[in-house]
């Protein structure tokens, strides 16, 4: 069983910064990626962006420069650094797992998490 566990969340102002966490845990040989993805009122799951395990990083053009994110292999945690927030960035945030290989079965899977809310005031 894999779980992905975010935290973070909250209500900032426009121009102020936020720092989320997903902690991720279980019986796990190898994670392909971890990616950030939001779903805005009313909108589908966009991705935000994403690391992979050779630390190559991508991201949402709405996002760059402004949105970093990186990952602590030794707490199995990656973090989303979003700095200078908009009205727009205002979203369920949630964490992916991509491509998971699980110790017990060797079997491929994607996980998310559950969500944390992020809401930017102008």
């Known amino acids: 069983q894999v779980q992905l566990v975010e935290s973070g969340g909250g209500l900032v102002q426009a121009g102020g910064s936020l720092r989320l966490s997903c902690v991720v845990s279980g019986s796990i040989f190898s994670i392909r990626a971890m990616g950030w993805y939001r779903q805005p009122p009313g909108k589908q799951r966009e991705l935000v962006a994403a690391i992979t395990s050779g630390g190559n990083t991508n991201y949402a053009d709405s996002v760059k420069g402004r949105f970093t994110i990186s990952r602590d292999n030794a707490k199995s945690t990656v973090y989303l650094q979003m700095n200078s927030l908009k009205p727009e960035d205002t979203a369920v945030y949630f964490c992916?797992?991509?491509?998971?290989?699980?110790?017990?079965?060797?079997?491929?899977?994607?996980?998310w998490g559950q969500g944390t809310q992020v809401t930017v005031s102008s």
């Open positions: 992916n797992a991509d491509r998971v290989v699980l110790t017990t079965t060797m079997g491929v899977s994607d996980y």
